[in-house]
């Protein structure tokens, strides 16, 4: 969703309150993608903050599927974002000379804000580092890719017995010289 800051960005400097609703479908880093699960709308507030700065407050409460860090069983995480940014307000000629910080506010081109890019941005800074579906989460196996939370598979345990023999055998031959 774009939202128009041409009053907001005019000589009268009008502020502006919008209830947007937030269009992301799933989320995504690079080559990975989230799904989000539920989403609410998102209030933003914009004004005019003198010397052609903007500032922005959002709120928006999203749940995104994460993967466990174990598992990588999706686990809903909610996103409750609350924020404020100050932000230069450019115009398209302007943005283009200053490609430095084109990062920065990459959601604001001209009069238009673009809304999803904003959230995006937002929910990167707070993705989480970790997650885990449970605290007591043991992983998938590493040999076949079974999720030991939901069952157990042989090569587990043939693979630890497997080693734990050759281990005693060593020793034993070790030993005996
Ligand atoms: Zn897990
Ligand atoms: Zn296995």
Known sequence: ????????????????????????????????SYPVISKEEAFIHVEYAGEHKLYIRGTCRLVIGVPCDRCLTAVPTEFELDFEREVESRTAEAAADETDEL?????????HLDVDRLLYNEILVGWPMKVLCSESCRGICNVCGQNLN??????????????????????????EV
């Open 1 to 32: 969703m774009i939202l128009n800051l041409s009053g907001v960005l005019s000589e009268q400097h009008e502020p502006l309150d919008a209830v947007v609703p937030c269009e992301m479908e799933e989320f995504r880093i690079r080559k990975d």
């Open 103 to 111: 990062d920065e506010n990459n959601y604001i081109d001209g009069y």
């Open 150 to 175: 939901e069952g157990t598979c042989n090569c587990i345990d043939t693979g630890i017995d497997l080693g734990m023999s050759v281990i005693r055998d060593v020793f034993k031959n070790f030993k």
